[in-house]
């Protein structure tokens, strides 16, 4: 490690420890020891403090021992005098400026100075649990934190740009020179927010303690980490957390210090300046500290440095594309024309055909397209239905619905173009800037003909896309619809347990839980409410080494608490061996494994022999 850099921490940590102390004092002084102090909406009181040390901090006086764990941490700076090892110094100085900058954010809450304006704050437990299924999924790969500021405001978009195509939720803030991209993103209008993965957390380097405090509950709430266990809880963020610090501007003293308590998460940091690199492979999965000046590569150099695996899709469309996009809002004043709702006539609609009914690549438009109306204003409204037809040699009725509630994903992921529903109940806008950009209803085919293709190879060979504006063909080809979900309606709702030999596992959320099985019935989704029993089969049949393995239920042991022998040998070997049991219909005896992206919870009430379910976030 260079001594400049170690030089830097071990300054930054010392002002920042100091820092926290006097907001320390301070407090107590005016509010007393046993002053309640806390973030909002986490069950983990400080996180870094509770992951790291094992302490739950929730008045003025418990702060006491984090501060004091954090002095303790504290070096003299390396000399030229006298060469001692200075890595372990640089780092200790690190996990200090964590748990300084958790101490100083917690004082600030107290005194209502956070969230900052314009800004998340402290992301709360609920937001982690709503993202979950996300992270393991492949969706969101990775997150980065940007500190500091662009040179200008195009290089600041273009960075974000570059990041939302791969998917990465970013979060941004901190400050270079007295001025931060929040600022510089606000200033050309993006939006910001969990919707659109572009997180505002703070406009000073302090409050970046919150995506590290994010990130360390990952190892707490999926990865059941036990408080106090640091050597495990930072090796989860390093193995399982795929995240990177992104420095624009010059570095100072407190950046330095938290880039090297990110660094002991395993998290490298790239900037766009010229300081010391830190290149060997050791706390990190490759390099620790990089520079890359040219801002064209910056995000692909991060993103090969953390090791961050991304898909990025390639659709001829002329707007970018990703699913970062798909939480962006289209409002009524940015909206050139829409489709459905209370506003028109719309739906969507995939069905099964043969081989020889579809021809691969097929997008025809019945009636105008939107170029075509000379709007008296905007927006207006036009009616539309979506025909998708799919042909494969694997495809199934069944699987009909499951590839149909796909559309609503991925004509969202079109920057500019917002989709709400299903079915007929649907509804989609347009913005003007993606009007503006070329963006026609033939891309909606593009769109559906490329994805579909893509994340489904093993059951769709061909797709074809029908577009219809015409109102007279929009109501002829809706009949049809409406009938084909009546029937899929009466097929699956009368499906029970006992009437299949096969249930599904899901194994997605072990890249964060590791011995977590979902038990999937046709009665019961996943743990997560995201995966069906149907939706097991298809992606089964789409990767038979997946996530999703057939389980036979073999031998009955309790038809009453729904035990199977075959599920329990399944369970056991999926669990590390670590769950022997598994009661599908017991909340009291062997009940399903859990992980951390449950939304609500059951209470057992002896008062009146049931039970009680409440939300989550219910605090009492």
């Known amino acids: 490690m260079s001594k400049i850099v170690a030089g830097s921490a071990i300054r930054g940590a010392k002002k920042i420890v100091s820092e926290a102390e006097e907001m320390l004092k301070k407090a107590i002084e005016e509010k007393g020891e046993s002053q309640k102090v806390e973030?909002?909406?986490?069950a983990f009181c400080f996180p870094m403090a509770n992951a790291l040390l094992g302490v739950e901090i929730k008045t003025l006086k418990d702060v006491w021992i984090s501060l004091n764990e954090a002095k303790s941490l504290l070096h003299d700076e390396p000399t030229d005098a006298l060469w001692l090892p200075y890595l372990g110094d640089a780092l200790d100085s690190g996990i200090a400026a964590l748990l300084g900058e958790e101490i100083i954010t917690g004082i600030r809450y107290l005194y209502g100075q956070e969230p900052q304006p314009d800004c998340e704050g402290f992301f709360s437990d609920t937001?982690?649990?709503?993202?979950?299924i996300q992270l393991v999924?492949?969706?969101?790969?990775?997150?980065?934190?940007?500190?500091?500021?662009?040179?200008?405001?195009?290089?600041a978009v273009e960075i974000i740009r570059e990041l939302q195509k791969r998917n990465i939720l970013i979060f941004v803030g901190s400050s270079s020179n007295g001025r931060s991209i929040i600022d510089q993103l606000k200033e050309e209008n993006i939006e910001m927010g969990w919707d659109t993965y572009i997180v505002p957390y703070g406009r000073d380097t302090i409050s970046a303690i919150y995506p590290l405090n994010w990130a360390i509950r990952g190892a707490l709430t999926f990865g059941g980490i036990k408080p106090g266990k640091a050597k495990e809880a930072l090796l989860y963020c390093k193995d399982r957390v795929f995240a990177f610090g992104l420095a624009l501007g010059p570095l100072d003293d407190i950046k330095y210090a938290t880039g090297a308590g990110a660094i002991n998460m395993g998290f490298p940091v790239i900037a766009d300046t010229d300081i010391p690199q830190i290149l060997p492979t050791g706390i990190c999965t490759y390099e620790h500290l990089v520079k890359e000046l040219d801002h064209n590569k910056i995000v692909s150099r991060s993103v090969e440095v953390r090791g961050v695996k991304v898909k990025l899709s390639k659709i001829p469309i002329p707007v970018p594309f990703a699913a970062a996009f798909e939480?962006?809002?289209?409002?009524?004043?940015?909206?050139y024309v829409e489709f459905g709702s209370k506003y028109s006539t719309s739906f969507e609609y995939l069905r099964a055909r043969n081989m020889d009914e579809v021809q691969d690549g097929k997008i025809e438009l019945i009636g105008p397209d939107i170029d075509q109306i000379k709007p008296e204003k905007l927006p207006f409204a036009m009616p539309l239905g979506i025909l998708v037809e799919v042909a494969g040699r694997k495809m199934q009725k069944d699987f009909e619905s499951i590839l149909e509630r796909q559309i609503h994903h991925y004509i969202n992921f079109a920057m500019g173009v917002f989709h709400m529903g299903q079915r007929n109940i649907n509804w989609i806008r347009i913005s003007k800037d993606a009007f503006n950009s070329g963006f026609r209803l033939r891309h909606i085919g593009e769109i559906l003909h490329a994805?579909?293709?893509?994340?489904?190879?093993?059951?769709?060979d061909k797709v074809q896309v029908t577009i219809y504006t015409d109102e007279n063909e929009v109501n002829r080809v809706l009949k049809e619809a409406v009938v084909a979900f009546e029937e899929r309606d009466m097929r699956t709702a009368g499906m029970k347990d006992e009437e299949v030999d096969t249930f599904y596992s899901c194994t997605l959320c072990q890249s964060y839980a590791p011995n977590h099985v979902c038990v999937i019935t046709p009665e019961k989704l996943g743990l997560c409410g995201a995966y069906?029993?149907?939706d097991g089969k298809a992606n089964y049949e789409i990767n038979p080494k997946g996530m999703n393995q057939p389980i036979p239920k073999g031998e009955c042991i309790d038809p009453i608490k729904g035990e199977w022998r075959g599920v329990n040998e399944f369970v056991y070997m999926k669990s590390n061996k670590t769950i022997e049991r598994f009661c599908n219909y017991s909340i009291m005896e062997a009940p399903t494994t859990s992980c951390g992206c449950f939304e609500s919870i059951l209470a057992v009430l002896p008062e009146c022999n049931g039970f009680m379910m409440v939300s989550r976030e219910y605090t009492g």
């Open 127 to 132: 937001i982690l649990r709503k993202l979950g």
């Open 532 to 534: 069906s029993w149907l």
């Open 451 to 460: 994805k579909f293709l893509e994340d489904y190879p093993s059951l769709v």
């Open 39 to 42: 973030f909002p909406d986490t």
């Open 327 to 335: 939480g962006e809002r289209v409002r009524k004043e940015q909206t």
């Open 137 to 155: 999924d492949g969706r969101m790969p990775g997150f980065a934190a940007i500190l500091g500021s662009a040179p200008d405001n195009k290089i």
